[in-house]
């Protein structure tokens, strides 16, 4: 039971993984960011802009 | 009903291949890789479905738009000479039926290596495909382990009937290749729940290994937990984890499984290592005898051959990539088998070169990382096993020679500059901060 199982998950992971695909690369449309498989991009955790005195001692740095 | 369900998903998988041929690659490689219609107990598992999944790709990529020559670089062309060195080998054969026979399937695994190579042209693809590798090896990992925890690992993990990963040893070798590529997506998975199934599948995988009782296997593991730590980011949490697994898992497996690990230390007293010992001796007897040549594939292993160099010895198979190659294609196809991996492993080191620090390669950076640590398990556990003409390496190869070629491109374009972002940004986990665009 727990093996038809397993079986059957492993059946659904394989559809999900071309379906991200296509979803994402098939249509030349997405860069990997939606689905449940999405891949970090960068983009999920933008940083909040940072204040302006921070800014202003970074580019002191620099 | 698994015949039907198999059916179901390879014939949907045909259509979508029709329009998108990439689906079929990664059709091609799951089957390959995981063997499914051979865990079906009726009618799949005598179809050949590998041969219509790579028909249809074939004809879809060629009326396609994808690019119709892979990236000609050192790997194609060492994989190209292999593939020439075995083919003329195959004439000189002792078996020259039972050599063609091997040499059909190992040239179509060659060409599932090259069409990785012309077809993952961008991370999306690339990303799929690590996923799909993963993903065929991490269900023997998980079902091993739950067999092995349930069973009080008083049984033997075995892998898929009638495939390459039949035997405990190979089996327990490709889930060993596979955890780098797991522990590539768990870090690069955007979902926290993602994330958390890889880590669980990547635990019950190293129980299964465990459980597999092989030797070869256990050395390789030790192998990859002592390496793997120069790769990981976290250098202080990952002993603190890989402890809380392997400590625990080794604390529940049975005396028997000390027995027969404790035997590596007594290889001298030892049937089976001595059987190893006796065919690595025929292996190079045979090489050295018919220099450059070998014996065709499997032909060390023919009673007549084995008995020449070992007499009355009982016949083994080769037990080491490096003999099996050496005694199958002689000391050319042993060099240019090296070469490869020497060809492969340069790869890698390239690209981590040109992307270390670079937040849009990040990913690649990690993912050359991870495969650096399959070609090393590959090569450690592979040495006592029989393993060389591996699916997993020829896919390997043709993802790292096509990693190398798009960071090559980008670094060519203009633009291109060494990066001084901070590791945290070059993880991909932040964007980097927009005051270092001025």
Sequence with gaps: MLNSLLYGLALIAIVLIMRWYIENDGNGQNDGSIGLLAMKTGKEKAPPPAPSSAKRSFRRKR | MRDLA?????????VWTIRYPYIGILMWTWITLMDPHQLSFGFSQSLQINLLVAVVTMGSLLVSKERKMPPIDANLIVMGLFFLWFTMNCFFAVDTGSSWFAW??????????????????????????????ALS??????????????????????????STITDNNQLALAILMVLPLANYLRQHAANMIVRRVYLAAMALSLVSVLGSYSRGAFIALAGL?????????QKLLYPLVAAAVIVPALYFMPSSFYDRMGSIQGAGQDSSVQGRFDAWGVALGYARDHFPIGAGFDGPQRPWIFGTYAPGKETHAAHSIFFQVLGDQGFGGLAIYLLLLGVCIANAMTVRRLTKG????????DLAGMLQLTLFVFCLGGAALSFAYYDGLFI????????????LKSS???????????????????????????
Aim: contains cysteine; aromatic residues 8%.
């Design chain 2, 6 to 14: 198999i059916t179901l998903v390879v014939l949907a998988g045909c």
């Design chain 2, 104 to 133: 059909d399937r190992t040239w179509r695994v060659m060409l599932l290596g090259v069409l990785v190579s012309m077809t993952a042209t961008n991370r999306i693809r690339i990303h799929s495909l690590v996923m799909v590798m």
């Design chain 2, 137 to 162: 090896l991490l269900y023997y990992g998980v079902k091993g382990g739950g067999f092995t925890l349930m069973t009080g690992g008083g049984s033997h993990v075995q892998g898929p009937p009638n």
């Design chain 2, 225 to 233: 937990a002592v390496v793997g730590w120069f790769r990981v980011r």
């Design chain 2, 358 to 365: 670079r937040a849009e390669f990040a990913w690649a950076f």
């Design chain 2, 396 to 407: 390997s190869c043709g993802l790292l020679s096509v990693l190398r070629e798009m960071v």
């Design chain 2, 412 to 438: 060519a374009a203009p633009g291109w500059k060494k990066n001084t972002m901070d590791s945290r940004t070059a993880r991909g986990n932040l964007t980097p901060p927009t005051l270092v665009v001025e």
